[in-house]
């Protein structure tokens, strides 16, 4: 069976429907930690299981018969290492499991983003587990950007604090059908994924294009990082939240989140969605999840 957690996430939903073109459903398992939130998977034959990262003591039962788990890095900036550990853990102890995926960032190794520390420890928990491991390391997400062009259109103005710095973003679906296919590979897999789109952009280009495609003027405009975390908070979103995106654009901005990389389109056979097709489905008041 294949697990993958946090599967009632935009992510891991979309991982879901790419692993149920490839597998049964029933060797699919959905680990969530509010089932009713799936109750469709379930309804199609998806294995449902409770598992939330702040109860260890779910795991080893969510785990019972997995031999791989996705390991979709958790929300929560400042938490991640506690609640994958927990995962990690309990997937050395299951004896069952053989092959553990992690949703990693960008260059983990090596990249200046202040959180990605978390994604360091976490490639090193999974290192001296010794479950073998592969890690998909995710640049950012196109929909980032693309999931306030609608305010965008109508405020006239994209805010950010990427400067000019270009982002190798790739859509949700493409990263999530890169996890499927590598859980789902007969063949060799490599230890390390570099995920990033084909094509890159700046938020100058990515107003210009939601300009192109809405008939409406909207420029970028930058702020200092403070300033575009204050903008953030006043939109009501947490404060934890608001600091994670103004230190991503931060990132794009010193570069840390362009790649030339060809992992992700190597991985699912076509080119990776363009930022136009990511407009296009933003203005459209949609997201793609498989
Ligand atoms: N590279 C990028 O640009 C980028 C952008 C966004 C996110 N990310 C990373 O990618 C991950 C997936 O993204 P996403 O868009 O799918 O995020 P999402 O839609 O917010 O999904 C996160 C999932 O984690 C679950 N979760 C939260 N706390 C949990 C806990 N204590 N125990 C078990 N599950 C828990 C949530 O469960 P509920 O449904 O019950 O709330 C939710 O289903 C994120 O968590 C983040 O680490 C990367």
């Known amino acids: 069976m294949i697990l993958v957690t946090g599967a009632a996430g935009q992510l891991g939903r979309s991982v879901v429907e790419h ?32 598992a939330d990262y702040d ?29 994958h550990r ?13 092959l553990m995926a992690y949703t990693s960032m960008l260059r983990a190794d090596t990249t200046e983003v202040p959180y990605a520390s978390e994604d360091r420890e976490t490639e090193r928990l999974i290192r001296e587990s010794r479950v073998p491991y592969v890690f998909l390391r995710h640049g950012w997400y ?29 859509s949700r679906i493409d990263y999530a059908e890169a996890a499927a296919t590598v859980l789902t590979a007969v063949g060799q897999i490599r230890p390390v994924y570099e995920l990033a789109g084909d094509e890159s952009f700046t938020l100058s280009e990515v107003a210009a294009e939601i300009s192109r495609q809405s008939g409406r003027s909207v420029e970028y405009v930058d702020l200092p990082e403070e300033d575009y ?32 990389s060809k992992d992700l389109s190597n991985l699912i056979g076509r080119p990776t969605t363009s930022l136009a097709t990511a407009v296009e489905i933003a203005l459209a008041g949609g997201e793609q999840t498989s």
Do not use: F
Request: hydrophobic share 40%.
């Open 19 to 50: 692993l149920l073109a490839r597998v049964p459903a029933h060797r699919i398992v959905a680990a969530v930690r509010h089932p009713e939130k799936v109750a469709d998977l379930a309804a199609r034959g998806v294995v449902v299981r409770r």
């Open 55 to 83: 109860h260890p003591e779910d795991w080893p039962a969510a785990l019972q018969g997995v031999r791989k788990v996705l390991l979709i890095s958790g929300p929560e900036v400042g938490t991640r290492i506690r609640h």
């Open 86 to 98: 927990t995962v990690v853990e309990a997937a050395a102890a299951s004896g069952s499991v053989w």
């Open 142 to 170: 196109t929909e980032n950007y693309t999931m306030n062009a609608g305010y965008a259109v109508h405020e006239g103005k994209l805010y950010g604090c990427a400067k000019s710095g270009r982002i190798s973003g790739a």
């Open 229 to 260: 975390r204050a903008l953030l908070e006043s939109y009501g979103l947490s404060n934890g939240l608001s600091s994670t995106l103004a230190l991503a654009d931060t990132g794009a901005a010193n570069g840390d989140v362009y790649s030339e």
